[in-house]
């Protein structure tokens, strides 16, 4: 790989360093807030949530004290609606998902909604002011589903169409199967650190010769000099992906060599749409999509990053495989969800010590070099919809 490639491919994100402020300052968090969370195509959800008509999920998005209550109605619709009874405001669906029988109601007074939003039943209805239920439904945000990710918009009038915001993610990913990709594990995992650090600790390769030593180890491509490298970097709108190959050849440990011994018996699942062997998109702000290949299979993982206040974020972490068809297929998807959470707890640690670094103020910028050009990106993004600290 060229050296210092990616600045001359994007030159207009120059090479100097990036302001540390934004990660640390309450009065930038207030303004991501308000311009960036409340103005953009925010991932809450997949459709296999909520695959039959009454399934709802609960999504907290505490940046913006919002409570977004997701249901498929039974004409089969995907809604999103503030999680708010339109009587007295009262928080309405309290679990985090369940399934309701045609309604929902609101545990303090009784009022009651379909599984489209309308207000069927008020009880004591005629003790109202010139009231109409037909006037008093669900709030609605706006909501759309791309490739089975449910995103939700919480501007009345988005500016872009779900589609037209995703861009080239869209172009690159149509057609991908996530669908036959089911979701086996989640964690949630409270954070020490601005959401902005622990994004920018995924959206480079340059630290994991070091940081992961132990367990990545001789996974992927290097340079002479034993440096990871990109394979491939797209910018796309808001969002970026970043593409790295594994090494041809890797030293073969007994678990690895029992875990791939039926690899000529186990049906290929791979993806045409991948650009190189791990491919991490970056949607914009805080949603990501890694593809890798494992065994003659691929892999989903997504990541969501929840800010809950300047220096604290709740990451999220989804993954997705086909359901195996043997028993080793199923070792090799847990021996990969092993290793992907020990690398995950070293990058946590990693990114709790640079928020503390960064809360000292001893440095008041970031020097990024060529293949942490993805942050770099990411960061001119947040910029661009933020602007200055204090600014208009």
Known sequence: MREKQWAEKYPGL???PVPTEPFISEEHFRLERDRIFRRTWINVGRVEEIPNAGDFFVREIAICSVSILVIRGSDGIVRGFHNVCSHRSNKLILDERGTCR???????????YNDKGALIHVPDEENFFNFDKREHGLTPVNTDVWAGF???HLDPDPAETLR???GGVADQLDGCPFHEMKLMWTYKIEVNANWKVIQDGQNELYHLPFLHR???RDAFMRNDKGNCRYQAVNLYNY???YSIAYQPSQALTPLRIALSADALQTPIFRIPQMIGKLDHY???PNFVIDLAEITRSTACLSYNFWPLAVDRTIWEIRMHFREPVSIRERLRQKYFRRLTLDTLQE?????ENVYEGLTSRTKTNMILQDNEVAIRFFHKIVGNYVGSIGGA
């Open 214 to 216: 132990q367990i990545v």
């Open 14 to 16: 120059g090479t100097e």
């Open 102 to 112: 045609g309604s929902v109601h609101c545990n303090f007074h009784n009022w009651m």
């Open 239 to 241: 969002h970026s992906v």
């Open 347 to 351: 990058d946590v640690a990693a990114q």
């Open 164 to 166: 037209d915001y995703l």
């Open 282 to 284: 970056m949607v914009f």
């Open 150 to 152: 449910i995103f939700v």
